[in-house]
């Protein structure tokens, strides 16, 4: 039977996820799924072209607050969580590829 | 002592805020080395908070209705300026600037937090061996496992570290581990409590819900930390919850349908001891006056495929915010890319890189129809047939997991295995209906059974009447 989801999928899939996978993570992964994939297709013999698909149980619209300025946190606050902060702001490293 | 008991000891001054969390503390420091409840107990703040208390009372305030009670909360819930791991390395050491509103709401009614409790990872998981911080063991049998993913909360209240306990249910993770642990969980209805301040997982299935030793204290919990919240947008518009002027009303001409696709026969995998209590279960109901009848609601057999799909693809978005550039531990490397690369790579365990690796597949193009599309209509039938049958019934039960606590180890290695635990919860996410496991006796392993009672949205009253019916026969019959 063919795989549901290939080595090379899942390859992607982990790099679009910004996840690194060694070659044995890769063989063990792409098993794993293919065995969620291949429960999920008992979904296939399911008619339902006239349901509506779900997003959510409740069928809530457009929820706005008022338009007044509440609270927001304090820069000190967020930025005492930051792995590495530098002039009241977070400090990246290079983002073009030159250090 | 239950909750209710210490709330009304406390406010009338028969007993101190103090002395019942350093009875807690106490019973923590004997076996919690065992058990691995916690991440974090938070006994000195706990102490702090009981002499307030105290305090109060002496000077003649009116406290809330859990003043003094000691309260766990599973390690998804922020605390401000307590450490709110997930169970994951990649918020080790994170200390939110923000309570959760559940929280406020706790800290309003005067219980006092004793720590935050061990989970699988970011909730992904249904034994709490998928923690970054070692596993929890069940505290009827430490060779098993307390259920998932918020097995530390029930653990602890199996354990009497706590009398409460909140926790997150998301495919059923307050359900499962309570019925595993012995002791009454609940997933009210989707929007009841607000989720401002629950790390989201999958946010339109994720709900905060209590543990509690007694359906009367969870019914109490619930009612504390229910009502509208308008910080969180899907939060429904109502007043909290009156559970207790209903809660003795019994079932006497209720009718109550037996879901036949979630037990008996109709249940692959389903253990004769579990089974056995749901017959039991039947026999009870009857004798109190309700109308048993066997119940079909026929999509729900596709709710773990269904949601084995929803969930990874809500949660690959969701855990996207983990990069390591603005909060939690970061692992440099050469370049921006790299460094968010690195940090989720070091960061992230197993399970939850399985898990986001399955939404993004699910939802990219050329999938998205196929996997994450189907789904959601599949989520519609779902909700469809449970509206059918409510037709016919008030309350809807079957058993909560199809089996007793299994040993450690026993379904790590294939997670298919360990996904259908949740078969019989999931369904209460997808529609977004309230349901609850009520300990029930025990099978011939000795461990704890959970029936689960289930009922259509905003129907929580009904569920605990039925609950604590259940509740009161629950120790008949059994050796």
């Known amino acids: 039977m063919v795989q549901r989801i290939s080595r090379e999928e899942v390859a992607h899939v982990a790099r679009l996820a910004q996840l690194a996978l060694s070659e044995d993570e890769l063989d063990a992964f792409t098993s794993q799924l293919a065995a969620v994939l291949d429960h999920a297709a008992d979904l296939e013999a399911l008619n339902v072209d006239d349901v509506e698909p779900s997003t959510h149980p409740f069928p809530l619209k457009n929820v706005l607050r008022g338009d007044e300025p509440g609270e927001g946190f304090e820069v000190e606050e967020v930025l005492e969580v930051a792995p590495k902060v530098e002039e009241r702001q977070f400090r990246v490293p290079p983002i073009l590829g030159e250090s | 002592m239950e909750a209710t008991e210490i709330a009304e000891k406390v406010s009338s001054g028969e007993v101190s805020a103090r002395s019942v969390v350093e009875h807690h503390i106490e019973t923590i420091n004997k076996i919690e080395s065992d058990v691995n409840a916690f991440n974090l107990v938070t006994a000195e703040q706990a102490l702090i908070d009981a002499d307030e208390i105290d305090s109060k009372i002496a000077s003649g305030e009116t406290l809330g209705p859990l003043a003094g009670v000691p309260i766990s909360i599973k390690d998804n819930l922020c605390t401000r300026g307590v450490e709110t791991t997930c169970s994951s390395k990649i918020l080790e050491g994170w200390k939110p600037p923000y309570n959760a509103t559940v929280i406020e709401k706790l800290k309003e009614a005067g219980a006092v937090v004793m720590g935050k409790t061990n989970l699988d990872e970011f909730a992904m998981g249904s034994s709490t061996e998928n923690s ?90 619930l009612e504390v930390i229910s009502g509208h919240d308008p910080r969180d947008s899907t939060s429904i518009p109502e007043k909290p919850l009156n559970i207790s002027e209903v809660l003795n009303q019994g079932v006497d001409g209720m009718r109550i349908g037996v879901i036949e696709e979630l037990s008996g026969k109709g249940l692959e995998g389903i253990s004769p001891d579990v089974s056995s209590r749901v017959e039991e279960a039947i026999k009870v109901f009857s004798n109190a006056g309700a109308i048993v009848e066997s119940a079909s609601v026929p999509a729900s057999i596709y709710g773990l495929s269904a949601y084995y799909v929803i969930a990874p693809a809500e949660a690959s978005s969701n855990l996207a915010r983990y990069d390591g550039i603005r909060f939690g531990p970061r692992t440099e490397a050469a370049t921006t890319a790299e460094t968010m690369t690195a940090t989720r790579t070091k960061g992230f365990g197993d399970e939850v890189k399985r898990r986001i690796m399955l939404g993004t597949y699910a939802l990219s193009a050329g999938y998205y129809d196929a996997y994450y599309g189907k789904s959601q209509r599949v989520r519609t039938l779902i909700m469809n047939d449970f509206a ?30 360990m996904y259908l635990q949740d078969v019989c919860t999931i369904p209460s996410n997808l529609a977004g209906h309230p349901a609850m496991s009520v300990p029930f006796g025990f099978g011939e392993d000795g461990m704890p059974v959970g029936i689960q009672i289930l009922a259509p949205a905003m129907a929580e009253r009904e569920m605990f009447q039925a609950a604590k019916v259940l509740e009161s026969e629950s120790g008949k019959g059994i050796e």
């Open chain 2, 132 to 221: 970054a911080f070692g596993p929890t063991r069940n505290p009827h049998n430490l060779e098993l496992v307390p259920g998932g993913s918020s097995g530390g909360s029930a653990a602890a209240v199996a354990a009497g570290f706590s009398p409460l306990a909140l926790g997150s249910d998301t495919g059923g993770s307050i359900r499962q581990p309570a019925a595993l642990c012995g002791v009454v969980g609940v997933k009210p209805t989707y929007g009841r409590v607000s989720r401002y301040g629950l790390v989201a997982f999958a946010s339109s299935l994720d709900q905060v819900g209590p543990f509690a030793n007694t359906v009367s204290d969870a019914a109490l919990t």
């Open chain 2, 388 to 417: 059918k049958a409510y037709e016919k019934f008030d309350i809807l039960i079957s058993p909560t997991a199809p089996t007793t606590a299994f040993p450690l180890g026993d379904k790590t290695a294939d997670p298919m295995q």
